[in-house]
Nanobody
Framework: QVRLVESGGGLVQAGGSLRLSCAASGLTFTTYHGAWFRQGPGKEREVVAAISGLGLSTRYLDSVKGRFTISRDHAKNTVYLQMNSLKPEDTAVYYC?????????????????WGQGAQVIVSS
């Protein structure tokens, strides 16, 4: 049974930092691309960042480039999202997901398994 468990969300002031973690189990970790999505209040779910199975390729939403970094630790079967210089518009529930699709994909429909979500609130 595949399981993704997120942690690290919380409340932070604008300009602050948070690191989200997503621990995966029940799958061969390196064969799955990882990604972080978010859904803000009244907004559509959007992809924030994605990383290839071996961690050699990454993609980012334009609005987070230079502020967020996605990474993965194969020894811990964990994908991370380091978020710096946070803005109030980054407030959302953040979800991790994994995909067995070929290539690093940005569409939610391409992701096979999802975590339960972690709330991030950025106050102004």
């Amino acid at each position: 049974q595949v399981r993704l468990v997120e942690s690290g969300g919380g409340l932070v002031q604008a300009g602050g930092s948070l690191r989200l973690s997503c621990a995966a189990s029940g799958l061969t970790f390196t064969t799955y691309h990882g990604a972080w999505f978010r859904q803000g209040p009244g907004k559509e779910r959007e992809v924030v960042a994605a990383i290839s199975g071996l961690g050699l390729s990454t993609r980012y939403l334009d609005s987070v480039k230079g502020r967020f970094t996605i990474s993965r630790d194969h020894a811990k079967n964990t994908v991370y999202l380091q978020m710096n210089s946070l803005k109030p518009e980054d407030t959302a529930v953040y979800y991790c997901a994994v995909s067995s699709a070929a290539g690093v994909v940005f569409g939610a429909e391409d992701y096979d398994y999802w975590g339960q979500g972690a709330q991030v609130i950025v106050s102004s």
